[in-house]
């Protein structure tokens, strides 16, 4: 499991987007239980905090410390540093398991083994994903420029697990369809500008240039994106498959 978010935990607490209720709901639908729920690879909680008034406990775990330390605490949640492949978890605990925009970075073999293992009979694995944003056509096509040509090189490989929707991505389980779902979010340009700088691609851009790439985007995007905010589309792809 690779860890790409600690130096830039802060930006990726303030600045990535919400999952939709629609999909909770689609999750919820097919679970059988509500005691145990794992949040593998949590980040900063956001889906663990939606699971806590869902599930009468919540364990959410995260490889990098910097991101469970932008974490907000709950009764029912509990926090800890852990790989997703191998984790201290007693047999068959979880209803529940599940997997924010993550997967890609996994040694899958061993994650699903672990899922196998530590998921009640019946359970619910439930892994998704979100793709690029739309805006407005203009606006789109000077994102995917920054995108694709000046961020693009510095991408790690399993980024194409996401741009392919995990279409491509090794999942040995019956696959529950699921409704068709998007993130829907009103940002500001700062915004964008904030989450620009959470990714991955752009700080090791920043480690390896020198410099930050994204205010000069942001300066010239500002004539196309014209004052206030703009409509932010996101559509999210699920892998969601009961285990056996």
Not at 2 to 25: C, G, N, V, W
Not at 95 to 114: I, M, P, R, S
Not at 138 to 163: K, S
Not at 187 to 205: E, I, N, R
Request: charged letters at 20%.
């Amino acid at each position: 499991m690779k860890d790409l978010f600690s130096t830039q935990a802060k930006q990726y607490a303030a600045f990535r987007p919400t999952y939709p209720e629609a999909l909770y709901d689609f999750i919820f639908q097919h679970v059988r239980g509500n005691e145990n729920a794992w949040d593998c690879a949590t980040g900063n909680g956001q889906v663990a905090q939606r699971l806590a008034r869902q599930f009468k406990k919540v364990y959410a775990t995260d490889i990098s410390q910097k991101q469970l330390d932008q974490a907000s605490p709950a009764n029912n949640i509990h926090y800890t540093v852990s790989p997703a492949e191998s984790t201290s978890f007693p047999d068959h605990q979880f209803d529940l398991v599940t997997v924010g925009q993550a997967l890609h970075w996994f040694d899958l073999d061993k994650f699903y083994a672990e899922v196998r293992r530590v998921m009640k009979p019946g359970g619910l694995l439930a892994i998704w994903g979100y793709g690029l944003l739309y805006i407005e056509p203009a606006i789109d096509e000077a994102f995917m420029n920054f995108y694709d040509n000046t961020v693009g090189p510095y991408w790690d490989n399993a980024r194409r697990l996401v741009e392919d929707e995990y279409k491509t991505i090794a999942f040995p389980f019956t696959i529950i369809p699921s409704p068709p779902l998007a993130i829907e979010t009103e940002w500001t340009l700062d915004h964008l500008s904030g989450y620009l700088s959470s990714w991955s691609a752009t700080q090791k851009f920043i480690q390896q240039k020198g410099y930050d790439p994204v205010p000069e985007f942001i300066q010239q995007l500002a004539i196309l994106w014209g004052q206030g905010s703009r409509r932010v589309r996101f559509p999210v792809f699920t892998r969601v498959a009961i285990i056996a």
